[in-house]
């Protein structure tokens, strides 16, 4: 997937949907780390703020959690809620 910088979506939701779909596939497994914002920002060509926006659509997603200094771990599937 990449990023249609002019749609109607904006960035930090088409970057937590190409994870959200990393996720589901099981390429992020559970109980590993989602990549850090340097190197979403890398990948994506997107501002911090904008990287950090996506995984927290995750976390509030029930994806992932979030680790203060850590950063961001996918959930294991019996932890998250039922869509």
Same mark, same amino acid.
């Given at each position: 997937? #990449?990023?249609?910088? &002019? *749609?109607? =979506?904006? !960035?930090?939701?088409? /970057?937590? $949907?190409?994870?959200?779909?990393?996720?589901?596939? *099981?390429?992020?497994? $559970? #109980?590993?780390?989602?990549? #850090?914002? #340097? =190197?979403?920002?890398?990948?994506? *060509?997107?501002?911090?703020? =904008?990287?950090?926006?996506? !995984?927290?659509?995750?976390? &509030?997603? *029930?994806? !992932?959690?979030? /680790?203060?200094?850590?950063?961001?771990?996918?959930?294991?599937?019996?932890?998250?809620?039922? $869509?």
């Amino acid at each position: 997937m #990449s990023i249609d910088r &002019d *749609g109607p =979506t904006p !960035v930090y939701l088409q /970057v937590a $949907a190409i994870l959200r779909a990393r996720i589901e596939s *099981g390429e992020l497994a $559970a #109980s590993r780390p989602v990549p #850090s914002e #340097s =190197t979403l920002m890398g990948e994506h *060509g997107i501002a911090r703020e =904008t990287a950090r926006k996506a !995984v927290r659509v995750l976390r &509030d997603e *029930g994806l !992932v959690q979030i /680790v203060q200094g850590r950063g961001a771990y996918v959930l294991p599937a019996d932890q998250r809620p039922k $869509a």
